[in-house]
């Protein structure tokens, strides 16, 4: 009698725990396929940890709306041609996901943006490709930069992105002992079911759903944004981190040029301030980069330190977007993804800078107004620190 009263009480608690999944989960009725539906493709590659593959898709929301497609040839947004047409000029913004900027759905991320700013300011020939992919850091750019970019012929070159190689600033080994291995779909097995029995269990168990979500989360250390890393938090930053960090900035800059563009620096914009308050704080994800506050800040001002030299050692213009927009709590969602607004406050500041250039192509030493200190949109000259970019 104690075994049958147990084993409804089981069954009872199973049932009402599936109903209340389906009536109050947020997220709808859930697979693995339909959340791998939610998110880009990924596929493994040889010169960057993975790459959105060469397959048209459409990412979509709980709902069935498109959040936003990938091409054909595996960048976020509408068809380009791999061949650019005559007259156009065409310019890469390279980088992880800040410059990806899922948050803002369509053709609503700001390298968008600054396509229809600069066709809007006297510049209608102009094509702004998005090569941001969720995750890459600064030597993954260089990977695709020097393995592919290069091939679509673009006159000017971007790499914004300072966060993601945050992630790796207490690393003391090279680059090459720690780098993850190649990645692949069936790698993950959130999205990958295991066997015809989790197939079966998923497709009739909500509930079932969630709890194997919460294990394979916890099993595997998986955060917002990968992996999470080992350790304690740090106070210091690895000197080797740093010095790859500027290789990879200086390596970046010189295969642009090789390949016939002209590259631009841009400051990251960050929420991370010396000035957070504890509700700001909430919003930065330490566990990403096991780094204290203080430290995180340190890292940044290093990494802008960094983009400074590199630009006034190799003579290339330095958009810094961070000294406009950073620790603005309206602009960030978390430690550097935009809100709309940070997204079009951003943009403004990225296609003022281009359209100096397109207006003095050939001038060794643009000079350009100061920085604002205040900044409300619609923004208008808001300009940063540009060197030089010689011909």
């Known amino acids: 009698m104690v075994l049958v009263m147990s084993v409804a009480a089981v069954l009872l608690a199973v049932i009402g725990g599936e109903i209340y999944v389906r009536l109050k989960s947020p997220y709808g009725y859930v697979t693995p396929e339909i959340l791998r539906s939610r998110r880009p493709l990924y596929g493994a590659a040889v010169f960057a940890r993975h790459v959105l593959p060469r397959m048209q898709h459409v990412?979509?929301?709980?709902n069935g709306k498109e959040?936003?497609?990938?091409?054909?040839?595996?960048?976020?947004?509408?068809?380009?041609?791999?061949h650019k047409p005559r007259g156009t000029m065409r310019i890469m913004i390279y980088g992880g996901s800040s410059v990806f900027d899922h948050d803002n759905p369509g053709t609503t991320?700001?390298?968008?943006?600054?396509?229809r700013r600069l066709r809007e300011s006297g510049f209608p020939a102009v094509e702004v490709i998005n090569a941001g992919i969720p995750g890459?850091?600064?030597s993954d750019s260089v990977g695709r930069l020097l393995a592919e970019g290069h091939l679509?012929?673009?006159?000017?070159?971007?790499?914004?992105?300072?966060?993601?190689?945050i992630k790796d600033f207490r690393e003391t080994?090279?680059?090459?002992?720690?780098?993850?291995?190649?990645?692949s779909e069936e790698n993950d097995p959130l999205f990958t079911y295991q066997n015809p029995l989790d197939r079966w269990l998923c497709g009739v168990s909500q509930l079932y759903v969630r709890l194997r979500e919460r294990y394979y989360t916890w099993n595997f250390r998986i955060g917002s944004e990968g992996v999470l890393p080992e350790g304690s938090y740090a106070s210091t930053l690895s000197e080797t981190a740093l010095r790859q960090y500027r290789l990879n900035i200086q390596t970046f800059v010189d295969v642009a040029r090789n390949a016939?563009?002209?590259?631009?620096?841009?400051?990251?914009?960050?929420?991370?301030?010396?000035?957070?308050?504890?509700?700001?704080?909430?919003?930065?994800n330490y566990e990403m980069v096991l780094l204290t506050h203080e430290a995180l800040y340190h890292a940044f001002e290093e990494e802008d330190r960094i983009l400074r030299e590199i630009s006034n050692e190799k003579h290339v213009h330095l958009t810094d977007s961070s000294a406009v927009l950073s620790g603005r709590s309206e602009y960030f969602l978390d430690a550097v993804h935009l809100t709309d607004r940070g997204s079009e406050a951003l943009s403004s500041i990225v296609s003022t800078s281009i359209a100096s250039l397109l207006n003095n192509p050939?001038?060794?030493?643009?000079?350009?107004?100061?920085?604002q200190t205040k900044l409300e949109p619609p923004i208008s000259q808001s300009l940063s620190h540009l060197s030089r970019e010689r011909h």
């Open 136 to 138: 890459h850091a600064s």
């Open 173 to 183: 080994d090279p680059l090459l002992r720690y780098r993850l291995p190649a990645w």
């Open 152 to 165: 679509f012929d673009p006159d000017y070159v971007l790499y914004y992105g300072e966060w993601n190689d």
């Open 59 to 62: 990412v979509r929301d709980k």
């Open 67 to 82: 959040l936003y497609s990938i091409n054909a040839l595996g960048y976020r947004g509408v068809p380009f041609s791999p």
């Open 260 to 284: 016939g563009a002209v590259p631009v620096l841009v400051t990251e914009a960050r929420l991370v301030s010396r000035k957070n308050e504890d509700a700001d704080r909430k919003r930065i």
């Open 109 to 115: 991320d700001w390298p968008h943006r600054v396509e």
């Open 362 to 371: 050939a001038q060794p030493a643009a000079k350009v107004p100061a920085i």
